[in-house]
């Protein structure tokens, strides 16, 4: 039987698989999931086309923070910091409708305000669920700075919302330009931290973020 190599664009992990079970416990259940198999590597690699390496590449190439979480594990942020905006987010693809939701939970100061909004430009809807997770990391980022807030912690479970920001995967579609462009715009002004969670877990931020992205698919104009 002829060798394929599965690529994962968007899923739990992103990236280039070997082999079928392996893909599919990265897209099973995924929400949104991207992947296609090919004959060769080079086609799989030119079909991911944002990532400069793969993420398991990635984490076997550099040094693994401890905060990095293992299955079931949460991160439970400081909320009692002053003048901190933390916020738990989302993206999400209603297929259905063809439109892209983003939502989320934001703390700050004792306060919890939600969001929760769609679209249907097809500048977003190309990458399904990837377009509202950094739609809405961008709305917060810029939630802090118009509100004058110089330290900013993001919760989510896609990789690509830190990896394209701190450009460690290649940005070469108009979606990650312009969302990187976004980030070196806001990072002289606000400090953001990238926290990574486990999508499904049980963690009960991150399960409201999810539900408040698939509201705002659901109303995408």
Known sequence: MAKKFYAVKAGRTPGIYESWSDC?????????AIYKSFPTKAEAQAFIGDEGM????????SKVSSKKLTTGESIIPDFSEPDHLIAYI????????QSVGSGGIMFLNGNKETFS???????YTEFWNVSGELLAAKHVMEYALTHGISKCSLYYDYMGIE??????????????NEYAAFCE?????????????????????????????????????
Do not use: C
Not at 54 to 61: K, Q
Not at 163 to 176: D, E, G, H, V
């Open 163 to 176: 990896m394209w920001a701190t450009k460690k995967w290649k940005r070469n579609n108009i979606l990650t």
């Open 117 to 123: 909004f769609g679209t249907r430009d097809a500048k």
């Open 185 to 221: 715009r806001i990072f002289p002004h606000v400090k953001v931290y990238f926290h990574k969670v486990h999508a499904h877990t049980g963690d009960t931020y991150n399960e409201m973020a999810d539900q408040l992205a698939k509201a705002g698919a659901a109303i995408g104009k």
């Open 90 to 97: 989302d993206g999400s693809y209603d297929k259905y409708n």
């Open 24 to 32: 599919e416990k990265q897209v099973k259940g995924f929400g949104g």
């Open 54 to 61: 793969s993420i398991g590449d990635y984490l076997s190439s």
